[in-house]
């Protein structure tokens, strides 16, 4: 009873923290359940740079525009740019193939913070990759697990056998560490041929101490729980507009886990193909398109589970400032993020825009200035109950935007931190 | 009774081919594993009679229908079709591409063809070549200079040159001409963008990832420019150098451009370049700006930035190419990849230490390759455990198919199979190849698709054995299973799992009819047919046995 009239109080209170919330750094020091998780959060990862300065463009900036002389997103024509509003006197416009996208954040459940990211001089994908996934900069102390193992091993108590997901063929880097964390490609597919009578038999086989064995004991019993959950639901054949491929699938078995109530609290999804060195204009249209259609899909698909999901996107690096002789772009540096979900503040644009001039470019590219791991600890506060916030992001301060409703809790954080 | 550990020469052929037979063990076991190892180490050019004749027997359907309007005129197709293009040149595998007059004159069927004859082709000398040294190596150097079918069509046509003229004729030989080779190739040049880079901002991926991924590594990266040197005397230059920047990602991009493939590009008014589908050198493509790579000054090398004449401004590239093959930081990421992939996630640095020993005294041999490959293979440590590689799927496959005496056929189904663990050669979409860390193939998904290929591969036609020949004949539980098991795995499993499979066995009427010989007053009650599912289970099960799982 003491438990249920806590977690009432929360409830109550959460309605006034939307107000408080954009103030950022008034803490106030509810006595949150630190077991409490609001929502399922949803890490979806654009792998390999996703080109911030095509998805939400400067579209009528005269650098942009010099720049990218055959790229670029534009303001008139056939095809003219989405206008997602203003920031620091610099208009912005969604790319075009993202109409779904654009009735998100006109329904403000998506909010968009630019020029975010890692600030390193580093541009491989895989280096910064990994200090991202591990939640560690170039000068910093490099962790030996992910950041979301972090996040997921300081939420108290017993998590549920089925609260980590990961929506792809293997785990991401960031749940490194966490070793009960699942890999479930597409739950229609995930039981073993043949049935229990197979299934048996692998379970006495891997009843031993090897990793291999844990695994395999993992799996079977994720099959169970799965398999069970599918045959209690009932069959839902809309199809929602989703456009088919790899992130449907990934979006529509999150969908069904959700449905089915397995206790889903952090689910990781990877979308590839952003490497867009050449035949940009082709490649990042189909890619944008994609993400838009696939994220406004979900959306309709999960109507009844809106307010309990907070989706955020990451990808290491946007794309160099100035396209090359290919129509493509190569690495640069800030990117972007999308934070799509029923308590987001969302039909706004956050973050500060360092322009494009030549002495306002980070080694010739867009600056980061929102670093990426101050708006995951914003949710993980906010949406998820992390109190150790510290032990996350142990060099970057708690210091919220506003981007998502919640309940400040009170939350022990970094005090020192060079992060933007 | 089998021994209760694996033997000594079993554990070394694991860590170097695509699965230890019996017989394997006993070839060693009788002509010693240094007479075996260098068998393996002088391989003849193309493949053994038996690999030859299952490559040049294999079919693979091709069905289309007809077509002739604006978009393409062809014939229908219907037929069970031998793999013909592993032996095209680039001129007749550009010609399947080809557009003439902008009408196809050949389905996009032809064009995913090549694709699937050289995977079919894989797959049958990964498992059936004697010589499997070299299909181990020419398993590592595809993926670790990994192209992706999905990329372009020009990467498409540029697969069986990649395989044939590349890797194998490489796989034993100079490292340098491997790389040099890969930045030639036709699959690698699109597929990492250098064909079309031009001039004016060359196109920064291919070298980027030429010094990240296929030379100098991952850890010798340093960031936009080169820190500050702390050490004594000048700082290091060269081969020694002590990693690279951006800036040397900049000027080899520069050093590159002008690498390209002949597809008729028009480059003036009165010059084309007659469409090949063949490496060529365009001088117009060619920045001049290359300065100060690795401490060595490109502008003193092939023609001034002011010279009309740039055809020798493709020696730019090769000293790039030449510096970064060659390089001591090379050497060692490229060897302790080797070793990791031969003993497990933490190899003996000593083996480590004495390959890139041998790799650096050889850098100027045509057989460095071979030299360091018989250094780490006749090491104390090659024969002793612990035992602790997990397989990865497509290994895991076609180590079932070896210890079971299952044949390769190659058919869409075992294709699907692979992509969904991405795990065969053209189905990895990013530079990096695939993980070889042992913990990234033991996710819940990868496990199960694991098991789900070997209970079907049998029953979807992927492999074919028939069981039933290949059984002993016993009328006892325990010599079935334990025959299996030796074959497959060599020694003893966990006795629950031994119990559980005794149990299965014991409990299926299929299995237990293949174990009770028909007499002429006993008609068989259970057809073969069941007999034979019975017994593909058994042996898909043994394979999901953690023991089956390492090598």
Do not use: C
Not at chain 1, 36 to 58: C, E, H, N
Request: proline share 4%; hydrophobic share 40%.
């Amino acid at each position: 009873m003491m438990n249920f009239s806590r977690r009432d109080l929360l409830r109550t209170a959460s309605a006034g923290a939307a107000l408080t919330a954009i103030s950022p750094g008034l803490k106030v020091a509810f006595a949150a359940d630190a077991t409490q998780v609001k929502d399922t959060l949803i890490v979806l990862f654009l792998r390999f740079g996703s080109d911030g300065l095509q998805m939400i463009a400067p579209a009528g900036d005269t650098n942009y525009i010099s720049n990218r002389p055959t790229i670029r997103v534009r303001t008139d024509g056939n095809t003219p740019g989405l206008g997602v509003g203003t920031m620091q006197n610099t208009d912005f416009f969604l790319h075009p193939a993202t109409t779904d996208l654009k009735a998100l954040f006109d329904q403000k459940k998506l909010a968009i913070v630019h020029a975010a990211g890692l600030r390193t001089p580093e541009r491989s994908h895989f280096e910064v990759q990994e200090r991202m996934e591990l939640g560690a900069n170039l000068n910093e102390k490099q962790p030996s697990d992910g950041w979301l193992a972090r996040h997921v091993k300081n939420l108290a108590g017993t998590r549920p056998a089925l609260s980590t997901i990961a929506l792809s063929s293997n785990n991401p880097e960031s749940l490194l560490g966490f070793s009960n964390s699942l890999a479930i490609s597409n739950t229609n597919a995930f039981a073993v041929s043949g049935g229990d009578a197979n299934a048996n038999v692998i379970r006495a086989l891997n009843a031993g101490k090897s990793s291999y064995d844990v695994n395999a004991l993992e799996t079977l019993n994720a099959i169970t729980t799965v398999q069970t959950g599918l045959r209690n639901l009932t069959a839902d054949p809309t199809n929602y507009g989703y456009p088919g491929g790899a992130l449907t699938t990934s979006l529509r078995s999150l969908a069904s886990l959700l449905r089915m109530g397995v206790g889903l609290e952090v689910a990781h999804i990877d979308m590839g193909g952003w490497d867009h060195h050449a035949n940009l204009n082709n490649d990042f249209n189909s890619r944008a398109s994609d993400l838009s259609r696939s994220l406004g899909a979900f959306w309709r698909e999960i109507a009844n589970y809106q307010d309990k999901v907070t989706l955020v996107t990451m990808t290491e690096f946007g794309r160099r400032f100035r396209e090359n002789a290919n129509g493509g772009t190569d690495h640069g540096s800030a990117g972007y993020m999308f934070v799509l979900g029923g308590n987001v503040n969302g039909g706004r644009m956050y973050g500060t825009w360092p322009g494009l001039a030549a002495n306002q470019l980070f080694n010739g590219d867009l600056d980061v200035t929102t670093d990426y791991r101050r708006v995951l600890g914003e949710i993980l506060v906010q949406r998820q109950g992390a109190t150790k916030l510290d032990q996350v992001f142990p060099t970057v301060p708690y210091n919220p935007m506003g981007i998502v409703n919640g309940l400040t809790a009170s939350v022990t954080t970094a005090t020192t931190g060079s992060a933007t | 009774m089998l021994p209760d550990k694996p033997s000594p020469e079993r554990i070394a052929l694991n860590r170097v081919t695509f699965g230890a037979r019996d017989v394997d063990v006993a070839k060693v076991q009788s002509i010693g594993w240094a007479a075996w190892v260098e068998d393996q180490l002088n391989p003849p050019q193309g493949d053994d009679p038996i690999t030859a004749q299952m490559i040049a027997d294999a079919r693979l359907r091709i069905t289309y229908g007809e077509r002739n309007d604006s978009q393409g005129i062809w014939p229908a197709v219907d037929e069970d079709r031998p793999l013909l293009t592993l032996g095209m040149t680039a001129e007749e595998l550009y010609g399947i591409f080809d557009d003439v007059n902008r009408q196809r004159i050949l389905p996009s069927n032809e064009l995913n063809r090549i694709t699937e004859e050289v995977t079919a082709a894989t797959w049958i000398r990964n498992a059936h070549s004697s010589y499997q040294l070299r299909e181990f190596m020419v398993d590592f150097w595809l993926r670790h200079f990994n192209v992706a079918s999905s990329k372009s069509q020009y990467v498409v046509i540029g697969l069986p040159l990649y395989d044939r003229d590349v890797m194998r004729a490489n796989a034993f030989g100079s490292f340098q001409s491997l790389v040099e080779g890969d930045a030639r190739s036709i699959a690698m040049l699109y597929y990492l963008d250098n064909a079309l880079s031009r001039s004016g901002t060359p196109n920064e991926n291919y070298a980027r990832e030429l010094l990240e991924l296929h030379t100098m590594g991952q850890p010798a990266y340093l960031g936009v420019t080169t820190p500050p040197w702390t050490g004594t005397g000048t700082a290091p230059v060269g081969t020694q150098s002590v990693g690279f920047s951006d800036q040397d990602i900049l000027q080899a991009s520069r050093a590159l451009s002008g690498w390209t493939v002949a597809v008729g590009q028009r480059i003036s008014n009165t010059r084309t370049l007659t469409a090949t589908g063949k490496f060529v050198y365009e001088p117009t493509y060619h920045n001049r700006n290359a300065g100060m790579f690795q401490g060595v000054n490109l502008a003193v090398i092939g023609p001034a930035a002011n010279a009309e004449n740039q055809t020798s401004g493709i020696l730019q590239g090769e000293k790039v190419i030449e510096i970064a093959a060659r390089h001591e930081l090379t050497a060692s990421f490229i060897v302790g990849k080797i070793v990791k992939r031969m003993f497990g996630d933490t190899p003996p640095q000593t083996v480590i230490d004495a390959g890139v020993k041998t790799w650096l005294d050889n850098r100027d041999s045509p057989q460095q390759i071979k030299e360091v490959l018989r250094t780490i293979l006749l090491s104390d440590e090659i024969m002793q455990g612990p035992v602790t590689k997990v397989r990865r799927p497509y290994e895991k496959v076609i180590a079932f198919a070896r210890t079971t005496h299952s044949k390769v056929l190659p058919t869409r189904l075992m294709s699907t199979a692979f992509i969904t663990t991405r795990d065969a050669v053209f189905l990895w979409g990013t530079p990096d190849g695939w993980p070889d860390d042992s913990e990234y193939w033991l996710s819940t998904n990868g496990l199960l698709t694991q098991w789900n290929l070997a209970l079907t591969a049998i029953s979807n036609g992927a492999l074919s054995v028939v069981l039933r020949n290949e059984s002993i004949q016993t009328n006892s539980v325990s010599a079935l299973l334990d025959d299996w098991i030796g074959r497959m795995i060599g020694y003893q499993i966990s006795a629950a799992g031994y119990a559980a499979l005794r149990t299965m066995a014991a409990s299926s009427t299929g299995i237990t009819a293949y174990l009770t010989p028909v007499s002429a007053t006993t008609p068989a009650t259970v057809s073969t047919q069941t007999q034979e599912n019975e017994l593909r289970r058994l042996v898909a099960l043994i394979s999901t046995a953690p023991e089956f799982a390492y090598r």
